[in-house]
């Protein structure tokens, strides 16, 4: 026991050195200057790195179109689509700890009572989350993450950033994820008894639902952009600003309904 209480505070130490070291990454970054800016509508958008976010952006799409699309076709011709849907719901019922953190932190009262109240339903009556009951029922999923509780406290988006094979993202949303991910109860139980596999396979499956779920939507944008690059980084904060705003995708900008957790 108390081994485990050992390596779980060396972890501790760990994750807060490492969101330090982002945090003062985050902080510098956010000095972008004027002539650096983009303006979508009302929306700034701080892009100093297009050169080298182009090309990394380049080579993600060349993955994907060579690699990550074909396997999705895989796992679409093998998983039928009722159960990729379950898949996606229990995901997300497992999300709920960090969803309902964020409704708290933002103080969203309205919003902790739904997320605890789907989680409830979902767990009992959905079978741990593979049947979306609540969904059924009216009471509607309502994801809230970091990046939008960060926002809520009047941090600015800051320089958006293209991860090698992950994606896209301003430097506020990827700090986000970052904080979301550590402060999982559900990881911080599986290190604790000694099965972080599981967390690495919850990882994996994560992605692979999401990837299925953008297949389409990016392939269809890539056909009829100009600039493809300018279109996902334009759509991606018009959707991210909607989410702050607790926005359904029905009021958001055309085109950004299918980006809810790109």
Not at 70 to 78: K, L, S, T
């Amino acid at each position: 026991m108390f081994a485990k209480i050992k390596i779980m505070n060396g972890s501790v130490r760990k994750t807060f050195l490492s969101l330090a070291l982002i945090a003062t990454v985050f902080t510098g970054a956010c000095s972008t200057s004027a002539d650096q800016q983009i303006m979508v509508g009302d929306i700034v958008i701080q892009d100093p790195l297009e050169e080298t976010n182009r090309a990394i952006f380049a080579m993600n799409t060349a993955i994907d179109n060579a690699i990550i699309h074909h396997i999705i076709d895989g796992y679409r011709f093998v998983v039928p689509e009722l159960a990729r849907d379950g898949i996606g719901n229990f995901l997300t019922n497992l999300s709920s700890p960090v969803h309902l953190m964020n409704q708290i932190l933002q103080g969203d009262v309205k919003g902790a009572v739904t997320v605890a109240e789907r989680a409830m339903i979902n767990s009992f009556v959905g079978l741990a989350g593979l049947f979306d009951v609540a969904g059924h029922e009216g009471i509607e999923h309502e994801g809230e993450d970091f990046g939008q509780t960060l926002a809520v406290w009047g941090v600015d988006h800051g320089p958006y950033l293209v991860i090698p094979v992950l994606g896209v993202g301003s430097t506020r949303d990827i700090v986000g994820n970052v904080v979301d991910g550590m402060a999982d109860p559900l990881r911080w139980y599986v290190y604790n008894i000694d099965e972080e596999h599981l967390h690495y396979n919850r990882m994996g499956l994560s992605y692979l639902d999401l990837r299925d779920s953008l297949k389409d939507v990016l392939e269809d944008l890539e056909r009829s952009s100009i600039d493809y690059y300018a279109a996902t980084r334009s759509i991606y904060y018009q959707r991210r600003d909607a989410m702050v705003r607790d926005e359904g995708p029905e009021n958001a900008s055309s085109g950004t309904a299918d980006f809810d957790d790109f």
